[in-house]
C-alpha cells in the first residue's frame, strides 16, 4: 500500500507571512494528491488538488507543487491570514484491489496557527 | 442542497452492544469511504465502495463491517464495539472518474463514538 508523510506537523506563522507544508509518498503509480483543510469542530474539505501530470497548481494565495521523480508534493499558502488557521491533510490516491479500484491514503496533518 | 449525511452525530455505548452508523449521499456518486479520525493519526481508511455491491478492505478494516446494497447508503456496522474503536468517525464520497481516476471526495459532518 502506499505511505504518505507529513511535514511539519505543527506550523506557526505571522499573519501575512508563507507557510509550507511539505508530504512525500512512497507508491510511484499514485497519481492524484488532494489538499484538505479541517477546521476545529468540522469535517475535512478539499482547497487545491493536482494530478500528475501537472508540476504545479496554483488558487489565489494557495499553491500545491508535485516532483514525481522525488516523490514528494508541497503546500504553499502566502500572505496567511487568521482563517487560514485549521488542520491541513495531505493526501495520495493509489490503485488497489480489483479493475480502476483506488484508495485514498492522507498524512497525519500539519497544524497552522496563523497569529495575528 | 448535494451533501452526505451521517446519523447518528453523537453516540456513546458500551462495549459488544451492536450499532449502526448510517451514512447516505444525494449526489449519485459511485464512490464512497469510511475513515476514522484519531489524534496524531490523521484519517486512516476503514473500508470504501466502488459501486453498489462492491467493497473493499481500507486500511483498518478489524472490527467492521459494511454493505452498499442502494447506491446512495453506505451503513458502517460494528458488531462487537471495542473501547480501542473510540473515535471521530467520516463518511466520504465522490464521483468515480473515468477509467477509475480519483476525484474530490466530500465529507460528512462526522460521528463521534464513544465505547465505555
Known amino acids: 500500500g502506499e505511505n504518505v508523510e507529513q511535514h511539519p506537523s505543527t506550523l506557526s506563522v505571522q499573519e501575512g507571512d508563507s507557510a509550507v507544508i511539505k508530504c512525500t509518498y512512497s507508491?510511484?503509480?499514485?497519481?492524484?494528491f488532494p489538499w484538505y483543510k479541517q477546521e476545529l469542530g468540522k469535517r475535512p474539505q478539499l482547497i487545491i488538488d493536482?494530478?500528475?501530470?501537472?508540476g504545479e497548481k496554483k488558487d489565489q494565495r494557495i499553491a500545491v507543487t508535485l516532483n514525481k521523480t522525488a516523490k514528494h508534493f508541497s503546500l504553499h499558502i502566502t500572505e496567511t491570514q487568521p482563517e487560514d488557521s485549521a488542520v491541513y491533510f495531505c493526501?495520495?490516491?493509489?490503485?488497489?484491489?480489483?479493475?480502476?479500484?483506488?484508495?485514498?491514503?492522507f498524512g497525519k496533518g500539519t497544524k497552522l496557527s496563523v497569529i495575528p | 442542497e448535494a451533501q452526505v449525511t451521517q446519523n447518528p452525530r453523537y453516540l456513546i455505548t458500551v462495549t459488544g452492544k451492536k450499532l449502526t452508523v448510517t451514512c447516505s449521499q444525494n449526489?449519485?456518486?459511485?464512490?464512497m469511504s469510511w475513515y476514522r479520525q484519531d489524534p496524531g493519526l490523521g484519517l486512516r481508511q476503514i473500508y470504501y465502495?466502488?459501486?453498489?455491491?462492491?467493497?473493499d478492505k481500507g486500511d483498518v478494516p478489524e472490527g467492521y463491517k459494511v454493505s452498499r446494497k442502494e447506491k446512495r447508503n453506505f451503513p458502517l456496522i460494528l458488531e462487537s464495539p471495542s473501547p480501542n474503536q473510540t473515535s471521530l468517525y467520516f463518511c466520504?464520497?465522490?464521483?468515480?472518474?473515468?477509467?477509475?481516476?480519483?476525484?474530490?471526495?466530500?465529507f460528512g459532518p462526522g460521528t463521534r463514538l464513544t465505547v465505555l
Open positions: 493536482i494530478r500528475s501530470n501537472v
Open positions: 466520504a464520497s465522490s464521483l468515480r472518474g473515468h477509467l477509475g481516476s480519483y476525484n474530490e471526495q466530500f
Open positions: 465502495s466502488m459501486n453498489v455491491e462492491v467493497t
Open positions: 449526489m449519485n456518486h459511485e464512490y
Open positions: 493526501a495520495a490516491s493509489w490503485a488497489s484491489g480489483g479493475a480502476g479500484s483506488y484508495q485514498l491514503t
Open positions: 507508491d510511484s503509480a499514485s497519481n492524484y
